[in-house]
Nanobody
């Protein structure tokens, strides 16, 4: 059974940075897309950034320029570096991994709280 373990969240002040990480368990199927979504209280889950195996990367407009996604395919790990954090970045961040362009799995979520 595939498991994703995401971590790296925390409570920080505006302007600080965080690095989230997510490691997916090994599977006989290959990983295509790895990405991060977030869900703020009372809002729908939204895409923050995703990266496919060919290297194509997407960023949400709300974080573009402040966020960098990277992945280590050998470790089945994806990272999300968030800089200049703002209160509106407060949310639960979820890792998402897609195997063989078919099967999508979610991490358990890691809380990011930005407050002064």
């Amino acid at each position: 059974q595939v498991q994703l373990v995401d971590s790296g969240g925390g409570s920080v002040q505006p302007g600080w940075s965080l690095r989230l990480s997510c490691t997916a368990s090994r599977c006989r199927f290959s990983i295509n897309t790895m990405g991060w979504y977030r869900q703020a209280p009372g809002k729908q889950r939204e895409l923050v950034s995703q990266n496919d195996r060919a290297g194509t990367t997407n960023y949400a407009n709300s974080v573009n320029g402040r966020v960098t996604i990277s992945r280590d395919n050998a470790k089945n790990t994806v990272y999300l570096q968030i800089n200049i954090l703002k209160p509106e970045d407060t949310a639960v961040y979820y890792c998402n991994v897609v195997y063989s362009n078919q099967w999508s799995y979610w991490g358990q979520g890691t809380q990011v709280t930005v407050s002064s």
